[in-house]
T-cell receptor, first 113, second 114 residues
């Protein structure tokens, strides 16, 4: 079956613009995670969705970051007023249940100029 | 809060040689432990996981890892490295909350000499 997909694969944006990153998890997976991979910070957790429960936003670095998950499937991560320090690879993962292994998508490389 | 340390940032081994990548974790209870591999420009691929039970776990591509509670370690091993194993390897621990989000180590970049 299909794995986790993400789009776009690359995004270049100007400082101050808003961007939306999309994640399509593995069909049937109820748990969805966003992580960020950057040179300075390594791999860090951003936000977690489980079913229809309120998301765990404890990893979001600022209020410019938000995410939603529609219909328990596709998720969108939105970064408003992008800054250069937002440049990173944004990875999405899904899991059949929380606590099971997470399967990662290929990531979206965001470059803020 | 949990943490993961991978002491070796870079490792170079000759093709056919054995490999051990170190991982130490800090965690209050029995951890969920994972090893992932990332090739250049690619996402993370799960190599193996430890949840409970047998402390020696087998994974894909001939990798294995051993959970040692007394040493808070989960080292990754392979008896004979292939050139295609050159990549970055990440150890991770699952959080002790309902979400089980992962905390990653800094990664070890493996280079393989012909």
């Amino acid at each position: 079956g299909a794995g986790v997909s993400q789009s776009p694969s690359n995004k270049v944006t100007e400082k101050g613009k808003d961007v939306e990153l999309r994640c399509d998890p593995i069909s049937g997976h109820t748990a969805l995670y966003w992580y960020r991979q950057s040179l300075g910070q390594g791999l860090e957790f951003l936000i977690y969705f489980q079913g229809n429960s309120a998301p765990d936003k404890s990893g979001l670095p600022s209020d410019r970051f938000s995410a939603e998950r529609t219909g328990g499937s596709v998720s969108t991560l939105t970064i408003q007023r992008t800054q250069q320090e937002d440049s990173a690879v944004y990875l999405c993962a899904s899991s059949s249940l929380p606590g099971n292994e997470q399967y990662f998508g290929p990531g979206t490389r965001l470059t803020v100029t | 809060a949990q943490s993961v340390t991978q002491p070796d940032i870079h490792i170079t081994v000759s093709e056919g040689a054995s490999l051990e990548l170190r991982c130490n974790y800090s965690y209050g209870a029995t951890p969920y432990l994972f090893w992932y591999v990332q090739s250049p420009g690619q996402g993370l691929q799960l190599l193996l996981k430890y949840f409970s039970g047998d402390t020696l776990v087998q994974g894909i591509k001939g990798f294995e890892a051993e959970f040692k509670r007394s040493q808070s370690s989960f080292n990754l091993r392979k008896p004979s490295v292939h050139w295609s194993d050159a990549a970055e390897y990440f150890c991770a621990v699952g959080a002790d909350n309902a979400g089980n989000m992962l905390t990653f180590g800094g990664g070890t970049r493996l280079m393989v000499k012909p």
